[in-house]
T-cell receptor, first 115, second 115 residues
Framework: KAGVTQTPRYLIKTRGQQVTLSCSPI?????VSWYQQTPGQGLQFLFE???????NKGNFPGRFSGRQFSNSRSEMNVSTLELGDSALYLC??????????????FGPGTRLTVL | AQKVTQAQTEISVVEKEDVTLDCVYE???????LFWYKQPPSGELVFLIR??????QNEISGRYSWNFQKSTSSFNFTITASQVVDSAVYFC????????????FGSGTRLLVRP
C-alpha cells in the first residue's frame, strides 16, 4: 500500500507570491491534516479535511487555506507569502478522522523557502 | 488548555547506552490519546506508538518501551541499548476532544547516538 505522498518536495518562492502544495493520502483514507513545522514554533496544526469538508482549523491567518477533492487528495494554498512562512509542511492521513484509534500517517513533507 | 512538554532539548549518548525521553502533558479531558513519533533527517514523521488514557499498561516493543503514568501526567519513552540509527528528533503528542482531536506536539527531543 503506497504511503502518503506530497508534491513538490522542495519549493522556493519570493515574498508576495502564492503557493499551492499537494497531498495524496493513503488509499481509502478520508481524513487529511496539514501541519507546519518551523524551528521557532515547532509543529503546529493548520487544518483537517474529511470528505471534502474542513472540520478543524488551527490558529493561522486567512492567507492559509485548503481544500479536499472527492478522491481525498488535498491541497493547501498560501497567498501573499511572507518570510516567516518558510517551513516544512507536513500532511497526514488517517482512515476516519474522528476515531482516534486510527493513527495519522505522515508524508515526507514539502520544504518551502520564501526569499 | 492542552500542552505537551518535552524538557530535554537534546540528548547525546554513546551506542549501547539506555536513554529515556521525557514527556509531560496537560489536558482537562478524561479521554485522550498520547503518541510518540520519530523524525529522522529525511523529515518524515514515523509513528511509534499510541496510547489511550484508559490504558496505563506499559508497553515494550523490541528495544523500545513506554511508561505511561496518569498520576504524574507523563508518558516517557526508553530506548534500550541505543544504536546510531536511533539518532533522530522524537516528538511526543497529545490528542483530545477539547482540541477536536488534532495532534498537539511537544517541542521535540533531538537524540544523538554516537558510535
Amino acid at each position: 500500500k503506497a504511503g502518503v505522498t506530497q508534491t513538490p518536495r522542495y519549493l522556493i518562492k519570493t515574498r508576495g507570491q502564492q503557493v499551492t502544495l499537494s497531498c495524496s493520502p493513503i488509499s481509502g483514507h478520508r481524513s487529511v491534516s496539514w501541519y507546519q513545522q518551523t524551528p521557532g514554533q515547532g509543529l503546529q496544526f493548520l487544518f483537517e479535511y474529511f470528505s471534502e469538508t474542513q472540520r478543524n482549523k488551527g490558529n493561522f491567518p486567512g492567507r492559509f487555506s485548503g481544500r479536499q477533492f472527492s478522491n481525498s487528495r488535498s491541497e493547501m494554498n498560501v497567498s501573499t507569502l511572507e518570510l516567516g512562512d518558510s517551513a516544512l509542511y507536513l500532511c497526514a492521513s488517517s482512515s476516519h478522522g474522528w476515531d482516534r484509534n486510527n493513527e495519522q500517517f505522515f508524508g515526507p513533507g514539502t520544504r518551502l523557502t520564501v526569499l | 488548555a492542552q500542552k505537551v512538554t518535552q524538557a530535554q532539548t537534546e540528548i547525546s549518548v554513546v551506542e549501547k547506552e539506555d536513554v529515556t525521553l521525557d514527556c509531560v502533558y496537560e489536558t482537562r479531558d478524561t479521554t485522550y490519546y498520547l503518541f510518540w513519533y520519530k523524525q529522522p533527517p529525511s523529515g518524515e514523521l514515523v509513528f511509534l506508538i499510541r496510547r489511550n488514557s484508559f490504558d496505563e499498561q506499559n508497553e515494550i516493543s523490541g528495544r523500545y518501551s513506554w511508561n505511561f503514568q496518569k498520576s504524574t501526567s507523563s508518558f516517557n519513552f526508553t530506548i534500550t541499548a541505543s544504536q546510531v540509527v536511533d539518532s533522530a528528533v522524537y516528538f511526543c503528542a497529545l490528542s483530545d476532544m477539547d482540541s477536536s482531536y488534532k495532534l498537539i506536539f511537544g517541542s521535540g527531543t533531538r537524540l544523538l547516538v554516537r558510535p
